[in-house]
């Protein structure tokens, strides 16, 4: 594996404050190899999409738009919400996505890891995120699968992974995804 460092653009599909999923994210963040520099890019202020805004869409989505053509890789820790996506994490996936043609997401390397309390990590997020990561070209990590459950008791009281297995479990999937982010980034 090259020393080069590879910018992982991560969106977490949760706006709360306290969020699990957040949390998550910035655990992975101090579990990842040198290889991988992850930075949350937020979504919580972006405003709706409006196709009739393509030809002069929002600052705030361009500016989105161009964090994650910036990006090297993409990561995504999401909730499941009614045995899907939550809404503010399409919402960003359908902006940077437009207009037709000048998708920011196509050729970059992405995961998943979906986080629940409930017992089956959110599988049902999971997979429709990789439905749509699918038609936008996104080359996803396929195992290993991480669909978190039981989250209500995965952290200490400073964030840190509280079990070691859990804690291992994480450490193989980011030095996975850092080893398909090296052999499929775009040159
Ligand atoms: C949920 N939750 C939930 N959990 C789950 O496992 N499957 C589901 O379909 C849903 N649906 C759902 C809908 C809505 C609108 C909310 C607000 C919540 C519970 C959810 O997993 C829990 O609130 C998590 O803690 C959300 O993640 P964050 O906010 O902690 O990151």
Same mark, same amino acid.
């Given at each position: ?40 890019? =937020?979504?919580? *202020?972006?405003?709706? @999409? ?20 910036? /990006? ?7 909730? =499941? @919400? ?17 207009? @037709?043609?000048?998708? /920011? ?39 290993? =699968?991480? @669909?978190?459950?039981?989250?209500? *008791? ?10 070691? *297995?859990?804690?291992?479990?994480? =450490? ?9 982010? *090296? ?5």
């Amino acid at each position: 594996m090259s020393q080069q460092v590879h910018r992982v653009a991560v969106l977490v599909g949760s706006l709360r404050k306290d969020s699990l999923n957040r949390k998550l994210a910035l655990a992975l963040k101090a579990l990842a190899p040198p290889s991988l520099l992850l930075e949350i890019a =937020e979504i919580g *202020e972006l405003p709706l @999409y409006n196709q009739d805004d393509d030809a002069n869409p929002p600052a705030a989505s361009v500016a989105f738009k161009q964090r994650i053509k910036d /990006a090297d890789a993409v990561l995504f820790v999401t909730p =499941e @919400y009614n045995r899907s996506v939550p809404g503010v994490l399409k919402n960003a996936i359908d902006i940077a996505s437009r207009p @037709y043609g000048q998708s /920011a997401w196509d050729g970059k390397p992405g995961a998943i890891v979906s986080l629940s309390p409930g017992a089956i990590g959110a599988f049902g997020a999971n997979h429709h995120l990789r439905q749509s990561l699918v038609f936008l070209n996104v080359p996803l990590l396929q195992q290993p =699968e991480a @669909y978190v459950g039981g989250a209500g *008791e995965l952290f200490d009281a400073n964030g840190a992974i509280a079990k070691p *297995e859990s804690k291992a479990f994480l =450490e193989k999937f980011i030095n996975a995804f850092a080893a398909w982010v *090296e052999r499929n980034r775009k040159v």
